[in-house]
């Protein structure tokens, strides 16, 4: 996967991999946290997360401005790598209000805005030198997968933490009881929530609760601190990003020394940098539409996970929801694509089937200890995205390289525009599980729910989608961005993705007001005019990015 790349790939890699860990834990868990702690509704804790991911995307513009002007990316990065680990710190310390939150919030995603584009703009410049410029392409697919690595893990950590701390208290974790708490002392609870509560109670301590008022207050306390912990091991990931960076950042070019030395490269004509920035603009206008729908992943999707999606699984499902067998899954896929590798030498081979083998004989041995039913937390939906991810990357690199051997693979731009028809696909296919689902009755341990296979069909889905569309769009950036605006450029990808992020309350608040397949059949309208847009405007597109 790394074979023929310059070893700055490997950094930008791993730095990358360990401050996506960190985010991820966050996000996984960030709208849970908010309406659990502070009893926002769904509609107000999704415009506290949307706002967050649009300032930790806006301000990478601010990020790319600053690395601009100095010149100096590698070392906003590292300021950047700093502020991050100084926001996780806030985060973990358990007992403050709302606003100490908002602060901590802030103050990662100025960080985020500091490190995000500025690096990404950095591995653009690893494949600026001539021998390596072939390979852009899939740089950034193998540079978007170690985001992936980390997002995998992430909510698994984030979920087997707080549940840990729950139990080390007393308590079982049920999602269901921080909405009844927050009820219960505003005396809001009706006569059948009031039912639900005490059964509930006495389910998670195992004991008949008499007192409620203090068991609702230690149990929030508890519930909202195991939060807390997984945000500081959030932070410890971002000890392993700070590190990897600190040792091995020679390794990434620097264009200050390059201008020092007077090899920076020479800047465009006017004419040809208005004509690139007026391309990348109008994909900046595209994609904002695609994260508004993608990054419902976290938000309205979870809420859906949470409401509205069975909380057991079987064994078969579990293999994908345990985070060990999930890994052998992973690790025996790719001795199998080791296996079957047209250039793999025999000892490779070999070594290939001897990883299929073990991988797939823990799935087996770990499919044989399951119970028939084991209870999970809503979200371990979300190491799906990744895991895809993971899994999916070679196979599509693989096409695109066999496309490309016939003279056959589509543009970056156009992978866009086919990756937003993908888009739409994967909101269908929730929009058939939704029917039927009613969104204006109380939810209780008894509401009606859903199979998993509806979330997970459509967390595939978008892994492909997202596939075509990111790690292209971040490369097209790359290879169009004139080399004067190569930070400020990839601040531009990231503000659209703030723009589209900043938009994902109206998922929130639609989820409230409409039914639940109307909310889905917004983002495949939406996702079909963007698609429209960008494919009448390929031929422009393609012209600049020749």
Do not use: C
């Not at 100084?86 to 100490?100: D, K, T």
């Not at 070594?351 to 209870?375: C, H, K, L, N, Q």
Request: aromatic residues 16%; proline residues 4%; positive net charge.
């Amino acid at each position: 996967m790394f074979k023929g790349h310059p070893k700055g790939l490997y950094v930008a890699f791993f730095a990358n991999m360990g401050e996506r860990f960190g985010f991820y834990t966050m996000m996984g868990v960030l709208v849970y946290y908010l309406t659990a702690k502070y009893g926002l509704t769904g509609t107000n804790a999704g415009f506290i997360y949307s706002t967050f991911y649009f300032l930790i995307y806006g301000l990478a513009l601010v990020g790319g401005l600053v690395a601009d002007k100095t010149q100096n990316y590698k070392g906003v990065i590292f300021v950047g790598l700093i502020t991050m680990l100084a926001g996780y710190i806030l985060m973990s310390i358990p007992g403050f209000g709302l606003g100490f939150t908002l602060f901590a919030l802030f103050t990662i995603a100025f960080g985020n805005g500091l490190f995000k584009g500025n690096l990404q703009a950095v591995v653009g410049q690893l494949y600026d030198d001539p021998k390596y410029s072939h390979l852009r392409d899939s740089a950034f697919s193998v540079f978007y997968m170690g985001i992936n690595v980390g997002a995998l893990y992430a909510p698994h950590a984030a979920s087997g933490i707080i549940s840990w701390f729950i139990r080390s208290q007393g308590y079982e974790r049920n999602d269901l009881l921080p909405g009844l708490i927050h009820k219960f002392n505003n005396g809001t609870l009706s006569a059948v929530e009031s039912t639900d509560f005490q059964k509930l109670a006495d389910s998670v301590t195992g004991t008949t609760v008499s007192d409620l008022t203090a068991f609702a207050h230690d149990y929030l306390t508890a519930y909202s601190t195991g939060f807390n912990y997984a945000f500081a091991a959030a932070g410890a990931t971002m000890v392993v990003s700070f590190i990897v960076y600190l040792l091995f950042k020679n390794m990434l070019p620097d264009v200050k020394k390059k201008q020092e030395e007077g090899t920076a490269v020479v800047e465009m004509s006017k004419e040809e940098t208005k004509q690139r920035m007026t391309a990348l603009f109008l994909v900046f206008g595209v994609v904002i539409f695609f994260w508004m729908a993608f990054h419902q992943n976290g938000l309205t999707m979870s809420l859906f996970a949470r409401d509205y999606t069975v909380q057991e699984v079987g064994p078969s499902a579990n293999i994908f929801f345990n985070v060990w067998s999930l890994t052998a899954v992973i690790v025996g896929f790719f001795g199998f694509l080791t296996l079957i590798k047209k250039e793999a030498s025999m000892i490779n081979r070999v070594i290939g089937g001897g990883i299929t083998v073990v991988g797939a004989y823990a799935v087996y041995y770990m499919y044989g200890t399951f119970a028939e039913s084991t209870p999970f937390s809503p979200e371990l939906f979300q190491p799906f995205n990744p895991s895809f991810i993971v899994i999916l990357t070679p196979i599509i690199l693989g096409i695109f390289a066999w496309l490309n051997k016939r003279g056959k693979e589509p543009s970056a731009p156009r992978k866009i525009g086919m990756g937003m028809i993908i888009t739409s696909v994967a909101f269908l296919i929730l929009l058939i599980g939704s029917i039927g689902l009613d969104p204006f009755s109380a939810l209780t341990p008894e509401s009606p729910r859903v199979g998993v296979g509806w979330l997970i069909g459509t967390y595939f889905t978008l892994t492909i989608a997202e596939l075509f569309l990111s790690p292209m769009g971040i490369s097209f950036v790359s290879k169009v961005s004139p080399p004067k605006y190569q930070g400020l450029m990839q601040g531009g990808w990231l503000g659209a993705t703030a723009l589209g992020n900043q938009m994902l309350w109206i998922g929130s608040y639609l989820y409230e007001r409409i039914a639940i397949w109307q909310v889905w059949l917004v983002f495949i309208v939406l996702t079909l005019i963007a698609a429209a847009f960008i494919f009448s405007i390929m031929k422009k597109l393609e012209k600049v990015s020749k």
